[in-house]
């Protein structure tokens, strides 16, 4: 304690010393058996020491101030002896502490949470209310919930910038995405949003990745056609994740409802949300282009045998697939179609039925252990092959033309490493096979697309919370202690 | 009213009916006073008590609602409760129905809950087992009102306390669900209350002062309800059960004295109202004030519990910036409570011989004092005048002083009163005066006690003046000229007191202190004849010498001693006497005693 930066309490006659020669009256004096304790607090800054469990009092100490302009320099714990032969132990928490600083902590948890609680916002409330709102709706729109995010702003009465259509369309792209049908969503990317992806190559790069790791996996839709199963059972795959990105989330809570369940209520549903959606005439009219696409049912189950139409008819399947695996918000928000065309509504509505049926059996299947690359098919096989092939083609001419990408060959690598073993999926690198390893590239997609619209890449709740996170950092780098107790986290549910 | 109370008592009117009664005469009793005093004066709790019985449960909270608002009140009459036996029952058994009953139930009891009577009689009904599972109920209100409930059941009483340490609940023992809520994050309300039955578990010997949940916890909870982030109510009610706890334990004592800086904490108690409030903020003045006199004395009984035992917490205290004038100050409060509180601080420190000599002196403590004594209520009284007997302990420098504004009129009318610890303090700060003092002090002592007086202490029931009465004596009667002078004056009544007390049935001290007396009366020059000439003492002195215990023998040897010294007048005749009186035999036999003490002659 005699020297600058430095605290100590001393033994041997009780005082404390705040980096000077000269100490204060402090605690009693302390010898041979004590337990002696420093608890340094670095959210008002002050530390005490404690006897034997006891806490003497607390001393303002000005750690902040040199931590902040000197980072490097810190408090270091030291302890001094005078008599030879003295034997000290020191505890850092290996053992439980006389003191009961688990005690100490939660108070000033709860003191921080307080805080946090009862920040004042004054007579704001309304422009902090507006801005909330603005919050959660934009979050919405950009991950393409958008009728929720239609019902939400009709609830709190708010405009939405972007068109429905636009919302729509991103939506339709993720969806297949998240489903594993990369090769359709680019190709509906090329077609909603042409020249993006030729303005992205990187992107491109990703997502031709991700659809070879689908086509390993079996769920690409160029493999899926060769497959012997039906295909709608596969767009119901247990495995494929929602759309809303999950905060560290594992894949453990991954869809249990697998999708299955509301689907049977959907149908019924969308007749019931008709009369409350002739209440709200004027949001009808943005949904045409999905409307137009719906499909017939007969047309419907052609459609997987032949390759040419492909792209056409996978892009009404996600149409159809949006109405009954999302959720029943939904059905209400094609008000157009059903109003116009009520009749192939009800048809839908029976026809998906039927494919529940089949759902639940090929549902099971997928859970079995049994899992064959490309699902088995060895025409999808060559079909992958010869995709891969491609993929080598487009890394090398992306290498020619921008330069050599370390993160592009070790994304090429870890795809094609899928082949080398036998059971790609419970191999070192199967986990890109899990269906959560497509979100990253969806993001990637959608934060593309919106800045090609003009529209923030990323939504303003994620920047904040992003900026939260950061500030947490920021302060625990400059030792202003309270970070500690206000993870971001402990706010997210 | 008239007409709600008779609604609500019509059975025939409808419950939702009756139930809005409840409601209506439950926001009356939450305006002033007034307002329930005259819903007192219309019997309304009969009438609510009656409710009680419907077989409807909202209307049941209703009236139980109604109930609580009127028991907390000031004005209401705690007896009211308990005039009906069946009543308790019955509120017992409405404990089970809602968390609604369970917290009006609860916060009825904590509020009429007031001594040891009502304790026994709420102990009785179970209160214990049906209120204990309360505490681990999931509604924070209901919790609260259950664990205040057991504060006010324990608070010193030892048959609840003992009770409480051995309920389990949820497969806890209450004492670990206390201590659960002594928590830093729980809310203050909760620790202090919860500390406060820890504290009187404690104090009634149900947890050990050395058990961890005390020292470790309830105690440092304590220390951070006097910090100065607390409000001052909470300051107030930490401070007093903090004095409470450590009050008899030098341990605890040395713990919370060195603990947050607890002494220099309490220091800040004299700090209200500010200066700074005084001027600023009215409001703030107001509620200043009406704090301060509790503040102050809640410190002061603190520092009373705290320098209780210690020398070296005696001496941090009085080091404490301006304690003595404070004391001081506090001695001449009009708040009675204050001044009590004072005057046992005062006591507390005055025990240590350092400070009676120090600081005692430079404050000239005796002072108010002396003012203090002067129609002061007893209970004033009996700290006081025991602190005076500190006071007057031949090493004070105070002695004087007081002894001159008068005090020995004022101890002799002590020990005249009524309230035994009056007259215990009383002869006993007599006794303290006469020790070593001078002839003239002593003939005043004896004229102002009156030998009637001295008689009448020397017949008290109580052990303890008659043993102070007879130490007094004892002191009066010391140096020979005094000896000779008090017995030439008064030696025929002492003589026959003495007689009285060896013959009478008393403890082995009483006797003991009597055989002195005699043995100081025996080193007298003339006042050796009183009792050479008194048979019957000397038989008696003879019987002692043999009696079994070898203190009395040691008392009754002095005497001998002192009558037969050697190089007095007349040692030659009363040593004659006494071997005709066999008492050489009874000495042969003790020399060959083990005991050293008695080899001595």
């Known amino acids: 304690g005699w020297d600058k930066h430095s605290y100590g ?137 958008c009728s929720t995010a239609a019902a939400f702003a009709r609830v709190t009465d708010t405009t939405i910038q972007e068109e429905q259509t636009s919302i729509k369309n991103r939506q339709r792209i993720q969806k297949l995405v998240l489903a594993g049908r990369v090769g359709e969503a680019i190709e509906a990317t090329h077609q909603l949003y042409p020249g993006l992806l030729e303005h992205n190559p990187n992107l491109l790069f990703m997502l031709k990745c991700r659809q070879f790791v689908e086509m390993v996996n079996g769920t690409d839709s160029e493999v899926r056609c060769f497959s012997a199963r039906s295909p709608r059972s596969q767009d119901s795959y247990p495995g494929s994740p929602s759309l809303s990105p999950r905060h560290g989330s594992n894949n453990s809570h991954v869809h249990s409802t697998g999708a299955d369940s509301p689907t049977c209520s959907n149908g019924v549903m969308s007749t019931k949300s008709k009369q409350s959606c002739s209440k709200y005439p004027a949001l009808s009219s943005s949904s045409s282009s999905s409307s137009s696409s719906s499909p017939s049912s007969v047309n419907y189950s052609e459609s997987n045998s032949t390759d040419s139409t492909k792209s056409q008819q996978h892009s009404s399947t996600s149409n159809q697939e949006t109405s009954d695996s999302e959720m029943e918000m939904e059905a209400e928000h094609y008000p157009n179609g059903v109003l116009e065309n009520s009749s192939t509504r009800i048809m839908n509505g029976t026809y998906k ?48 033309e921008y330069g050599k990408n370390t993160m592009h060959k070790k994304m090429l690598q870890d795809a094609f490493s899928l082949l080398a073993y036998s059971d790609p999926w419970n191999c070192p690198v199967g986990q890109q096979l899990d269906p959560i390893q497509r979100e990253p590239v969806c993001a990637a997609l959608n934060s593309a697309i919106l800045e090609s619209q003009n529209l923030p890449k990323q939504p303003p709740l994620m920047l904040a919370l992003g900026q939260a996170s950061e500030c947490l950092r920021l302060m625990a780098r400059v030792g202003l202690g309270s970070c500690s107790f206000a993870r971001v986290d402990d706010y997210l549910h | 009213v008239s007409r709600l109370l008779y609604l609500l008592q019509q059975e025939s009117s409808s419950t939702e009916l009756r139930t809005e009664c409840a409601v209506v005469l439950g926001s009356l009793a939450m305006g002033t006073e007034n307002n329930v005093k005259s819903l007192l004066d219309c019997h309304i709790i009969p009438a609510l008590l009656q409710g009680l019985l419907s077989p409807d449960l909202r209307f049941i909270e209703a009236c139980l609602r109604c109930l609580r608002t009127i028991f907390i009140s000031p004005v209401t009459p705690e007896d009211l409760l308990y005039t009906d036996a069946t009543v308790i029952s019955h509120l017992m058994a409405l404990l089970s129905r809602s968390r609604y009953t369970q917290e009006y139930i609860c916060q009825i009891f904590s509020h009429c809950c007031k001594g040891p009577d009502h304790q026994t009689i709420l102990f009785n009904h179970g209160a214990v087992q049906n209120i204990a599972h309360l505490l681990v109920s999931t509604s924070y209100k209901v919790r609260m009102q259950a664990l205040k409930c057991f504060s006010v059941l324990a608070f010193e009483n030892p048959q609840v306390s003992m009770t409480l340490v051995n309920v389990v609940v949820d497969g806890e023992l209450l004492p670990q669900i206390f201590v659960k809520m002594l928590q830093r994050d729980k809310p203050i309300e909760m620790q202090l209350t919860s500390a406060k039955c820890l504290t009187s578990m404690c104090r009634a010997g149900a947890i050990r002062t050395d058990d961890s949940c005390i020292v470790l916890k309830t105690l440092p909870c304590l220390v951070r309800m006097c910090s100065k982030e607390r409000l001052l109510e909470e300051r107030v009610e930490g401070a007093e059960t903090l004095a409470y706890l450590i009050e008899t334990d030098v341990e ?68 404490t910036e301006n304690m003595m004038d404070r004391i001081v100050n506090g001695l001449s409060e009009s708040s009675i409570k204050v001044r009590l509180a004072a005057v046992r601080c005062l006591h507390s420190l005055s025990r240590s ?62 020990t005249q009163s009524e309230n035994l610890a009056l007259r215990v303090n009383g002869i006993w700060a007599l006794m303290n005066m006469a020790f070593q003092a001078e002839q003239k002090i002593k003939s005043d002592i004896l004229r102002g006690l009156s030998t009637e007086q001295l008689f009448q202490l020397l017949s008290d029931s109580d052990v303890n003046v008659l043993m102070k009465t007879l130490g007094l004596l004892r002191n009066l009667l010391s140096t020979r000229p005094h000896i000779d002078h008090i017995m030439s004056t ?10 009285l007390i060896l013959e009478g049935e008393h403890n082995i001290e009483v006797k003991e202190q009597t055989l002195c007396i005699l043995a100081n009366i025996a080193d007298g020059t003339t006042a050796k004849e009183l009792i050479m000439t008194n048979d019957d003492i000397l038989q008696k002195i003879k019987y002692y010498m043999s009696h079994s215990n070898a203190k009395l023998q040691l008392a009754a040897m002095f005497c001998i001693s002192n009558l037969i010294w050697n190089e007095e007048e007349g ?19 003790l020399s060959q005693s083990s005991d050293p003490n008695l080899c001595d002659k």
């Open chain 1, 9 to 145: 309490y001393h033994g041997d006659d009780g005082h404390s010393f705040c980096s000077s020669g000269t100490g204060q009256p402090y605690g009693p004096t302390f010898t041979t058996g004590d337990v002696i304790g420093c608890c340094v607090n670095l959210i008002n800054n002050t530390c005490f020491y404690t006897k034997n469990g006891h806490s003497l009092e607390k001393l303002r100490i000005n750690v902040n101030s040199f931590l902040f302009f000197f980072p490097q320099s810190n408090l270091y714990p030291t302890v001094g002896l005078q008599t030879p032969g003295e034997i000290v132990d020191a505890n850092f928490g290996q053992q439980p502490f006389v003191f009961d600083i688990e005690d100490y902590m939660r108070e000033w948890r709860a003191k921080i949470q307080s805080t946090i609680k009862r920040f004042p916002i004054g007579d704001r409330l309304g422009e902090w209310q507006a801005m909330l709102q603005n919050m959660v709706s934009s979050y919405l729109v950009h991950h393409g919930y």
């Open chain 1, 353 to 400: 039925h039927e494919e529940i049926l089949q759902t639940d059996e090929s549902s099971m299947e997928d859970n079995c252990p049994q899992r064959q690359l490309c699902g088995g098919n060895h025409a999808a096989t060559e079909r992958m092959i010869q995709f891969g092939r491609e993929l080598q083609t487009l890394s090398e001419q992306l290498c020619r």
């Open chain 2, 252 to 319: 605890l004592q040395r713990i919370a004295s060195i603990t947050d800086h607890l002494i220099v904490m309490l220091a800040d108690y004299f700090k209200y109202p500010s200066s700074v409030s005084a001027i600023t903020d009215i409001k703030r003045l107001d509620h200043d004030l009406k704090h301060a006199h509790e503040l102050r004395q809640a410190a002061f009984k603190l520092y009373a519990s705290l320098g209780a035992n210690d020398e070296d917490i005696r001496k941090k205290i009085i080091e």
């Open chain 2, 353 to 414: 011989v350092q400070q009676l000599r120090t600081s005692f002196q430079d404050h000239a403590v005796w002072k108010p004092l002396m003012k203090v004594l002067q129609n002061a209520p007893n209970e004033i009284l009996v700290v006081a005048s025991s602190t005076l007997c500190n006071l007057l302990l031949e090493f004070s420098p105070s002695k004087e002083p007081i002894l001159e504004s008068g005090a020995i009129e004022l101890l002799c009318s002590l």
């Open chain 2, 490 to 499: 008064h030696g025929k009544q002492i003589m026959q007191a003495v007689t």
């Open chain 2, 571 to 589: 040692s030659q005749e009363r040593q004659d006497k006494l071997r005709d009186m066999g008492i050489v035999d009874i000495l042969h036999k």
